[in-house]
């Protein structure tokens, strides 16, 4: 495996993706490569219909790879790779166990003693801004409050690799930029992961990246791939107000239009 | 808390607008007074009944068949549901002969169980469990299926062991609707017993109802109903008390 370039981070080569079969197959996936090296922050933007989710459930395995190889650290993707973690659009909380119990329930997973996870589980709870509502039942939070619970469970398991489907998609804006920034802290402080962001919001994917893929819909291809070189740490709510993140966004719009 | 003393009054009011020209109708003969009852009358009839222990009686003996019908028929069919879970071709196998036999109207199984069981208890439990095993049955696979695929995709992501995932998230995905079977089967089965004393006879409440009818007796028949009224929504209203208490998370799905 010496040839390849991202040993330790994420490895795409020639990845094609349909459904279907036969006449009736849609190409989601056309002949991507793509190399993401450790701890980089990566967003997947595009139109709907662009394979942005496909790519993403393939690098947590729970779609399998059917043309080309892809690696994680050096070994193809699985469902349950204890170095994954994913994120999905809808918070995904279960309604039956309370903020904690979400969170316990995941990080269980890594770590079999009860008496080592709740002071961990507390502790993410409380830098996601919810110490106070820890036993809340999911239908007693907030949207904005869901998301940041799923937030405190992704990154609860510290993975290498954190898969991210539109976190932030239902939120209206001001929760949004709230929570980009609680998951800009997250990233930053409690697990320099590698991530692959995917998201329709150009300005989230320029806030929160370090570098940010265009892709083309029907079959999904790299269209693009904007480095972001603004400093970390950030604060999204400050960035906003740039003139500088501003011309960013709006050269992502072009390339966008450009594409589609 | 206002809005609901308002419903409740206006409800009584309800009742006792039905009850006067109830008996208004039964009093000066506009309806003949043998066929539909008085108000006046089986109220009392009602009272009386119940102190000198007829109702009682009876209804412990319904009871008696509805309860073990019920519990019954319950573990038979949540059995049935988490084989069916567990074995998704013994369901694509099993499912439409379950939705043939649940159609299929169960009163007209009752002489069977008659010749089979006798004219005791048995053949009551039979008919009881008859309905409610297929009314939970169906509301149990319906919950099963409910479960959001989110979160089976984050099981999967985790890699939760299949045994966990039937216990901490299919179990609980469906026990809303399990709840809401538990509930209408409860009423089911009271319908199942009543039917078998209706037409198997015994000491039941069903069989006072057959016995009032056939002695011309209309308040005796309605004074029974009252009774039977009164014991399913006591019934129902605990199954409620104890869902509410287990599922918390979930507003109860109305049946």
């Known amino acids: ?38 701890g980089q922050f990566v967003s997947l933007v595009g139109a709907s219909g ?57 990080l269980a997973t890594r770590i079999g003693d009860a008496a080592e996870r709740t002071p961990q589980v507390e502790q993410l709870l409380k830098s996601v801004g919810l110490g106070d509502f820890k036993h809340a039942l999911p239908a007693e939070l907030s949207q904005g409050m869901r998301q940041r619970v799923a937030l405190a469970r992704t990154f609860s398991l510290r993975s290498r690799f954190v898969m991210l489907d539109e976190p932030f998609g239902a939120l209206d804006a001001l929760t949004k930029i709230n929570l980009q920034d ?18 329709h919001d150009l300005a989230e994917a320029a806030a929160l990246s370090d570098r940010v893929i265009v892709m083309s819909p029907r079959p999904g291809r790299i269209v693009a791939d904007v480095p ?16 500088g993140f501003q011309k960013l966004v709006a050269g992502l719009w072009e390339t966008l239009d450009a594409a589609s | 808390m206002k809005e609901r003393l308002t419903l409740a009054g206006g409800r009584l009011l309800l009742i006792a607008v039905w009850g006067v020209a109830w008996e208004a109708a039964a009093q000066s003969g506009a309806l003949p007074r043998g066929l539909i009852g008085q108000p006046s009358e089986f109220l009392l009839d009602f009272i009386e009944l119940v102190v000198d222990g007829t109702f009682p009686k ?31 071709t013994a369901e694509r196998l099993a499912a ?10 169960r009163v007209a199984l009752i002489p069977l169980f008659i010749l089979w069981f006798g004219i005791g208890m048995e053949q009551k439990v039979a008919s009881g469990v008859s309905i409610m095993y297929f009314v939970l049955l169906s509301y149990t696979m319906a919950g099963a299926k409910s479960t959001d695929p989110d979160h089976l995709r984050l099981a999967r992501s985790l890699a939760i062991p299949r045994w966990r995932v039937f216990v ?35 000491k039941g409440l069903g069989t006072l109802v057959s016995y009032y009818s056939n002695t011309f007796n209309p308040n005796g028949v309605f004074a029974t109903l009252i009774a ?28």
């Open chain 2, 96 to 105: 439409p002969i379950i939705d043939a036999l649940n159609a299929l109207p």
């Open chain 1, 182 to 199: 609680q998951l800009v802290e997250l990233w930053e402080q409690v697990s320099a992961s590698t991530v692959v962001l995917v998201t």
């Open chain 2, 168 to 202: 901490e998230i299919i179990v609980p995905s469906a026990l809303p609707a399990i709840f809401a079977g538990l509930r209408l089967g409860m009423i089911y089965t009271v319908l199942g017993v009543i039917t078998a004393e209706l037409i198997a006879g015994g």
């Open chain 2, 228 to 255: 039977l009224v009164l014991i399913t929504t006591a019934l129902t209203a605990a199954m409620s008390r104890i869902e509410r208490s287990i599922a918390k998370w979930h507003a109860p799905i109305a049946v």
């Open chain 1, 228 to 243: 972001i070189d603004l400093p970390r740490p950030r604060n999204v709510r400050a960035l906003h107000a740039t003139d």
């Open chain 1, 50 to 106: 662009c394979g942005k989710t496909t790519l993403l459930d393939i690098l947590s395995g729970l779609l399998n790879v059917q043309t080309g190889a892809v690696r994680l650290a050096g070994r193809p993707p699985r469902a349950g790779r204890r170095d994954t973690a994913r994120m999905f659009a809808r918070d995904a909380l279960m309604p039956w166990k309370s903020a904690f119990g979400n969170v316990d329930f995941a």
């Open chain 2, 58 to 88: 009876a209804a412990v003996i319904t009871l008696e068949a509805v309860f073990i019908a019920f519990v019954l028929g319950a573990v038979l069919a949540l059995l049935t549901a988490l084989l069916m879970t567990a074995f998704p």
């Open chain 1, 1 to 38: 495996m010496g040839s390849e370039s991202a040993p330790e981070g994420i490895d795409i080569r020639g990845l094609s993706h349909a459904y279907g079969r036969g006449d009736e197959s849609v190409e989601a996936l056309s002949n991507l490569n793509l190399e993401i090296p450790a």
